[in-house]
Nanobody
Framework: QVQLVESGGGLVQPGGSRRLSCAAS????????MGWYRQAPGKQRELVAT???????NYADSVKGRFTISRDNAKNMVYLQMNSLKAEDTAVYYC??????????????WGQGTQVTVSS
């Protein structure tokens, strides 16, 4: 059984910063991709950022230059540093990971989500 647990959400003022964390635990053989998605009210879930092997990153255009994704492979953790936050960043943020639990194959896992609200 694999679990992803997010933390760090909350209320932040426009222009402020917030750091999200996600810890993967359980029967993990190795982790391929980790990342963050978000879903705003009335909208579909969308990619925010992903990171492969702690080095190769990909960002949504809307967050480039403001958000930074990082990963601690030894701790099976992924982080999202969010700066210059805007009201349109308000959403539930979900941690994602593609994890190998055995010698062959991998599965997608999701966290339960953490709410980030940007408001004055």
């Amino acid at each position: 059984q694999v679990q992803l647990v997010e933390s760090g959400g909350g209320l932040v003022q426009p222009g402020g910063s917030r750091r999200l964390s996600c810890a993967a635990s359980g029967s993990i053989f190795s982790i391929n991709v980790m990342g963050w998605y978000r879903q705003a009210p009335g909208k579909q879930r969308e990619l925010v950022a992903t990171i492969i092997s702690g080095r190769i990153t990909n960002y949504a255009d809307s967050v480039k230059g403001r958000f930074t994704i990082s990963r601690d492979n030894a701790k099976n953790m992924v982080y999202l540093q969010m700066n210059s936050l805007k009201a349109e960043d308000t959403a539930v943020y979900y941690c994602y990971a593609n994890i190998r639990v055995g010698a062959v194959g991998s599965n997608d896992y999701w966290g339960q989500g953490t709410q980030v609200t940007v408001s004055s």
